[in-house]
């Protein structure tokens, strides 16, 4: 089975950075498109960012030009570099992966980003 890890979360004031890492644990796995979604209190969870296998990348409007999603394949790990951060990205944010050669998909557990004003 695998099992994506996530790690980075925290507090941090407005204004600030945060990088968010997620890693597969478990046995030698591909994905193909991964990505970041984020849950606020009180909503539904919305995507973030995606980015494909080739490093095509997408963003939700909300987040252009402030995050940034990338990964290492060989590590089978995907990032988020947070900047500028408001107080309306407090979230837990979730990693999302697509296995490269079947229709599983695999979310992990969640980090909470809280941003104070």
């Known amino acids: 089975q695998v099992q994506l890890v996530e790690s980075g979360g925290g507090l941090v004031q407005a204004g600030g950075s945060l990088r968010l890492s997620c890693a597969a644990d478990g046995r030698i796995f591909s994905f193909n498109a991964m990505g970041w979604y984020r849950q606020a209190p009180g909503k539904e969870r919305e995507l973030v960012a995606t980015?494909?296998?080739?490093?095509?990348?997408n963003y939700a409007n909300s987040v252009k030009g402030r995050f940034a999603i990338s990964r290492d394949n060989a590590k089978n790990t995907v990032y988020l570099q947070m900047n500028s951060l408001k107080p309306e990205d407090t979230a837990v944010y979730y990693c999302?992966?697509?296995?490269?050669?079947?229709?599983?998909?695999?979310w992990g557990q969640g980090t909470q980003v809280t941003v104070s004003s």
């Open positions: 980015i494909t296998r080739d490093g095509s990348t």
């Open positions: 999302n992966a697509g296995a490269r050669w079947t229709a599983d998909v695999f």
